[in-house]
């Protein structure tokens, strides 16, 4: 059975760069893609992003100018980068695997990031 | 940044049944994209909750089923009892964003 970790800072001041980590736990890595999610205070669920073992990796177009999502097979980890965030940036950051029918299953515990001066 | 449309909240009585609907467009549930729904407890991740429009994984009760027609799918939930209390959210693909999409999420009260 899967399992996902994340981590990550969780305090940020504008313009600084949001990264974080998800490990992945059981399960195959590989042949699979691989999500950050984020949910804003107002509850709001946003797909970030998704990469797979090779590295190919797809965006949504509102977010491309400044994420960056890379993957380490050897650790079976996968990591965000968010550039020049703002207030704007502030939710619940997940992590999640997305299953060949293009659901999401699991997800990590989820990451508070805060952006504030 | 939500495309699918959801009511904010329904409710009912222990044992009734409620529905929630969830309404795209021609580039998501109407290009033929299955609907998949989520539930979340408080403070809790995002649980998958139906997949592929009708499907419950392993452990969700048959309380739970999902329909999709046309650009909308809907949620059931029969037999409503106080631990459904939760929100539900759907999600799909969007070929226009080439990546994937959720609804603006239900709140199920249980009175």
């Known amino acids: 059975q899967v399992q996902l970790q994340q981590w990550g800072a969780g305090l940020l001041k504008p313009s600084e760069t949001l990264s974080l980590t998800c490990a992945v736990y059981?399960?195959?890595?590989?042949?699979?893609?691989w999500s950050w999610i984020r949910q804003t205070p107002g509850g709001g669920l946003e797909w970030i992003g998704e990469t797979n073992h090779g590295g190919s990796a797809n965006y949504n177009p509102s977010l491309m100018s400044r994420v960056s999502i890379s993957v380490d097979t050897s650790k079976k980890q996968f990591s965000l980068r968010l550039t020049s965030v703002t207030a704007a940036d502030t939710a619940i950051y997940y992590c999640a695997k997305v299953d060949l029918g293009n659901w999401f299953d699991p997800w990590g515990q989820g990451t508070l990031v805060s952006v504030s001066s | 940044q939500s495309v699918l449309t959801q009511p904010p909240s329904v409710s009912g009585a222990p044992g009734q049944r409620v529905t929630i609907s969830c309404t795209g467009g021609s580039s998501d549930i109407g290009a033929r994209y299955d609907v998949h729904w989520y539930q979340q407890l408080p403070g809790t991740a995002p649980k998958l909750l139906i997949f592929?429009?009708?499907n419950r994984p392993s452990g969700v009760p048959d309380r739970f089923s999902g329909s999709k027609s046309g650009t909308s799918a809907s949620l059931a939930i029969t037999g409503l009892q106080a631990e459904d209390e939760a929100d539900y959210y759907c999600?799909?693909?969007?070929?226009?964003?080439?990546?994937?999409?959720f609804g603006t999420g239900t709140k199920v009260s249980v009175l």
């Open positions: 592929g429009n009708n």
């Open positions: 059981g399960g195959s890595f590989n042949g699979f893609y």
């Open positions: 999600q799909s693909y969007d070929s226009r964003l080439s990546g994937y999409v």
